[in-house]
């Protein structure tokens, strides 16, 4: 039998600064994470799991009888806060402990880190016809200003989320931004103004780092056979799920054009198995070619 060591921090759910900083203490007593560390640099960026499930700042948990804190807003300022501490990043005057950044490698490579967690709406159905927040204004934009200033040869969007995949919260609403196939709606605005932008801009050799997920692949997004049209040959957008834990593919991915060209899916009777029975899941991204 697997059995996890549990310390006090482990025994309740993270509310205050110090219970949020001890999450991440916690894992530094596991020794495959501390070589890890010392062996390979991190590019740190947060989704739900550092304060809650699928958490969303304007979120009650009202009826979770595990919190005395109820509001998600002050919930991941305390986690924010703990987050910084633990994974230094280099921080933005006008914005501090802000997520979102650029992270240039030479001529080769700029990586957008992007933040799909702190500026969203509520987890709603995601059917609003005005669209609802899924970056925000500034995040959007700072975006689209990074990528058209950039002269790197590729340029990486790492995003917490996939961008072309169906993610439930509960049984009605959307955790994650896509739809399926019809029209752009909700958090989909968002996205589809990303890669309009990327399209009218001519922005070539993009790929999406994207997470959440608990399997590894890579996506092609042939744009002839995308519902929304929004990209040209030479800068065909690709998805990939790296380093995460095992999980079979969810069946609602969206339909209308992503085709898998690396999947690497180790699993058992699409159930989660520990890594220590040999099950586990990692990619190594290399560059891609652009296809015909």
Known sequence: MWKNIVTSAKSKVAETLDEFRSQHLYNYMDRNVQAFNARVPMIAQWDDHEVTNNW???EVLASDDRYVVKSTQLLSSRAAHAFHEMMPTRQ???EPMRIYRKVSYGPLLDIFVIDMRTYRGDNTVNTEAEGTPFLGADQLAWLKREMINSTATWKVIASDMPIGMMVRDGETNMENGA???GPVLGREKDIAAVLSFIKSAQIANTVWLTADVHYTAAHHYPPIVLFFRT???SGSSYRAHCMRAP????TTT?????RCVSPNIQTRDRR???PATGC???ARLISPPIPA
Do not use: K, M, T
């Open 56 to 58: 969303y700042p304007n």
């Open 92 to 94: 933005s005057l006008s």
């Open 179 to 181: 739809n399926g196939d």
């Open 231 to 233: 990209s040209n040959r």
């Open 247 to 250: 999980l079979a593919p969810p």
């Open 254 to 258: 969206i339909p209308s054009g992503p």
């Open 272 to 274: 989660i198995c520990h």
């Open 280 to 282: 586990s899941s990692s």
